[in-house]
């Protein structure tokens, strides 16, 4: 029984905490790490309220120190992913029913234990996880993760007070039903608050989930898990499952109840998931929503008016905070001919000051990549840059895997604009820079906008006012996060909804009301108070 309508007002973005030396949420968070450290933990799966352990135990290890062991988690296969999907179905109507301020507090409880009890724990597993430094898992796991549960909340509040216009003796209700079956969130390393938000804005919205976390950000993940059952999250609504992707296909993409999958990932796998949906779509109950963020070869191009401090700044910060490893991260970069010495020169000095380093010496702005697939991945790349005559490294170059996966920020200069560089994703501490003829501006818009089959974030750096107005109408296309006189990365909830499209995604924008819209299915409700007796019209009648 509804007894009132329920207010969530915009909330306030989570204040980041700074980590400067003396304060107390460093020493807090110093504490969190050294405990974390003490107690391996064995991570089991979460299906229908319970832990399950299979005794196909994965190590998992810090990627900047593979010699440690944080704990293990529990593998499963297929019929784990089948146990969860039978778990959220049999979860399913108790939750669509529940009061909708009661889903919301549930939520809005977690935010809160995220900002004060769990703050540290769930920076601490980010940074020891996904080698994330203190700020990079502050502005992720707590503030961002917190972000979105607070705004979804709020703006599905708004959704559900849109109702139509009635006429006089009628009543016009839109009712947003969640969708027909179980959703699928298929969440990346890279981010815990990506990891957090693809499954609980869908089960906000009235959804049953099942949860595939990346390996290699599941310590983290279990933490969310825990904290989630500690706000009151009934059993089966949201089940965590780590599997293979072709146990998980199997299971989830043949079953008549699919209905949507949120992802954020690669390119190449969230084609195939289409691919399958597409081949299977008759056996499904109702077309499922397919939502994805996926790949990008995001730009930063350099206008001859630019501030050469701010775009060194841009370019240090876009390409290699969290090592290049946010979808976001600057990748390419365009340099007018008339700034390109100074701004070579300072960016190389810039980078030379890096410290590289485990995550719980404080001072290292620079940490490991994700694993050795990874590691390999990127240095390939570096490798072949180094014996190509058309590439010139101007700073870095260097790796080193024999204590963890640690690539030196590396700057190349092409001559070529269409180099591999700067076309293909590295997902890395690599940027690229092409050198431009500064009278070359038109020319270069197309470049960019050509250049790659990704569209998701770009910024132009220019003091020219002409220059920005025809970079954002000449690049309307190239990136759905569009940056002027900025980095290209570091969207913030509620103020930077993030997506983009062509191969990038569905451009469905994490972080806003369109976000939750792919999780509501509508139904009009038309009630006639005194409803007709006769069919004829007044038309009808003899004149």
Not at 348 to 369: L, P
């Amino acid at each position: 029984m509804n007894l009132g309508y329920f207010n969530y007002p915009l909330p306030a973005n989570e204040p980041v905490q700074n980590y400067a030396p003396g304060s107390p949420e460093r020493a807090t968070l110093k504490k969190a790490l050294a405990d974390l450290k003490k107690k391996p933990l064995e991570i089991p799966m979460y299906i229908g309220g319970r832990a399950i352990k299979t005794g196909k135990k994965i190590a998992i290890r810090p990627p900047h120190e593979t010699a440690h062991v944080l704990g293990h988690f529990h593998m499963g296969d297929e019929k784990h992913v089948q146990q969860a999907i039978d778990a959220a179905l049999k979860a399913k109507e108790a939750w669509a029913n529940m009061p909708w301020e009661d889903r919301a507090h549930i939520f809005l409880k977690a935010a809160d234990l995220l900002a004060t009890k769990y703050r540290a724990y769930i920076n601490g597993t980010t940074m020891l996880g996904q080698s994330k430094n203190a700020y990079q898992a502050e502005i992720d796991a707590a503030c961002e993760l917190i972000d979105f549960l607070r705004f979804n909340v709020h703006y599905l509040s708004e959704i559900y007070r849109q109702q139509p216009a009635s006429a006089p003796g009628i009543h016009n209700r839109l009712e947003w039903r969640p969708l027909e079956g179980f959703v699928l969130a298929i969440t990346p390393f890279n981010f815990t608050a990506i990891g957090g938000n693809l499954p609980t804005s869908a089960a906000m919205c009235g959804n049953v989930v099942v949860w595939k976390a990346a390996d290699t950000q599941i310590y983290s993940a279990q933490m969310f898990m825990r904290i989630l059952k500690e706000a009151g999250l009934p059993d089966g609504v949201i089940n965590l499952v780590y599997v293979n992707g072709p146990a998980l296909g199997k299971a989830c993409f043949t079953h008549p109840d699919f209905a949507g999958v949120h992802f954020t990932g690669s390119t190449g796998v969230f084609n195939t998931i289409w691919e399958t949906i597409g081949k299977n779509i008759s056996k499904y109950k109702t077309y499922p929503r397919i939502v994805g963020e996926t790949g990008g070869k995001d730009f930063v191009l350099v206008h001859k008016s630019a501030d050469v401090d701010v775009a060194v700044t841009a370019l240090a910060r876009g390409a290699f905070e969290f090592q290049g490893q946010k979808c976001s991260a600057a990748s390419r970069a365009y340099i007018p001919s008339n700034l390109a010495t100074a701004i070579k020169n300072k960016l190389v000095a810039t980078v030379n000051t890096f410290k590289i380093g485990t995550v719980e010496n404080f001072g290292n702005f620079i940490n490991a990549v994700i694993d050795e697939k990874s590691f390999n991945k990127i240095t390939g790349y570096i490798d072949r840059a180094k014996e190509d005559k058309k590439a010139t490294i101007l700073v870095g170059g260097t790796y080193d895997k024999s204590e963890g996966y640690f690539v030196s920020p590396t700057v190349i200069e092409v001559k070529d604009p269409r180099y591999a560089t700067m076309t293909e994703e590295i997902f890395g501490p690599v940027l690229t820079l092409y050198v431009y003829e500064v009278d070359d501006f038109d020319k270069v818009l197309n470049l960019v906008d050509t250049t790659s089959p990704y569209a998701l974030t770009g910024s132009i750096l220019a003091q020219d006012r002409e220059a920005v107005v025809k970079a954002t109408a000449a690049l309307r296309n190239s990136a759905g996060n569009f940056y002027i006189n900025d980095k290209p990365t570091g969207a913030v909830v509620g103020q930077q909804p993030f997506g983009g499209a062509r191969a990038s995604g569905t451009n469905d924008k994490a972080g806003s009301q369109l976000n939750l819209y792919r999780w509501l299915s509508a139904r009009t409700i038309k009630e006639t108070f005194n409803p007709p007796v006769d069919y004829k019209y007044p038309f009808l009648a003899e004149d």
